[in-house]
């Protein structure tokens, strides 16, 4: 069985761009969570789609935002980039509430 | 709001030695689990195992295994019969148990991680 697929595995922006990012859960997971992870703020809860429906929210500003599609994938966008958004966007995806989340390799976001 | 706290930035063991790692956490829930994963310098997050708040045993996966004490909120990592494969960050993550409408509105709150460096 195929992991989650994170694409891309890189990406070099500009301040001010937009960026998205695409996360391809486990076949048959429905929840894909998204996390940051900097060396300053450690891995940060950015939020967590189920069935196409948002339904967690971390504490990031509106420039972050996401959505899931029918098949699951789920993609994340984020608008007017700062220096500060640099950092390893992980994608992670479960079956149910009560299993645990399997993990992407994530996409590696540079600002300059 | 859950906090997760590692208070060992860095540890090093020796191969086929024996090495626990801590974790500690504050929640006001009483149904919720708790995971440890490990991150090899690939990135990937790795889930190296679980436990349900509910259950008063111990989980153990091979060389892995947890001491769990839900009154203290502590549930620390034993690792043992280090072997090289084992150097990582390892991250202490919590995650609030199902909803009364059955799905989880959970999310993973990871404590700040521990860098494990196994001597040859």
């Known amino acids: 069985k195929a992991g989650v697929t994170q694409t891309p595995r890189y990406l070099i922006k500009t301040r001010g761009q937009q960026v998205t990012l695409s996360c391809s859960p486990i076949s048959g997971h429905r929840s894909v969570s998204w996390y940051q992870q900097t060396p300053g703020q450690g891995l940060q809860f950015l939020f967590e789609?189920?069935?196409?429906?948002?339904?967690n929210k971390g504490n990031f500003p509106g420039r972050f935002s996401g959505r899931q599609f029918s098949n699951s994938r789920s993609e994340m966008n984020v608008s007017t980039l700062e220096l500060g958004d640099s950092a390893l966007y992980l994608c992670?995806?479960?079956?149910?509430?009560?299993?645990?989340?399997?993990f992407g390799d994530g996409t590696r976001l540079s600002i300059l | 709001a859950q906090t997760v706290t590692q208070s060992q930035p860095e540890m090093s063991v020796q191969e086929a030695e024996t090495v626990t790692l801590s974790c500690t956490y504050d929640t006001s829930e009483s149904d919720y689990y708790l995971f440890w994963y490990k991150q090899p310098p690939s990135r990937q997050m790795i889930l190296v195992i679980r436990?349900?708040?509910?259950?008063?045993q111990n989980a153990t996966e091979n060389r892995f295994s947890v001491n769990f004490q839900k009154a203290a909120k502590s549930f620390s990592l034993k690792i043992s019969d280090s072997q090289l494969g084992d150097a990582a960050m390892y991250f202490c993550a919590y995650r609030s148990a199902l909803n009364a409408g059955g799905t989880s509105y959970g999310k993973l709150t990871f404590g700040q991680g521990t860098i494990l460096t196994v001597h040859p």
């Open positions: 436990q349900e708040a509910y259950k008063q």
């Open positions: 789609y189920f069935s196409e429906t948002q339904r």
């Open positions: 992670a995806s479960s079956l149910t509430g009560d299993q645990p989340q399997h």
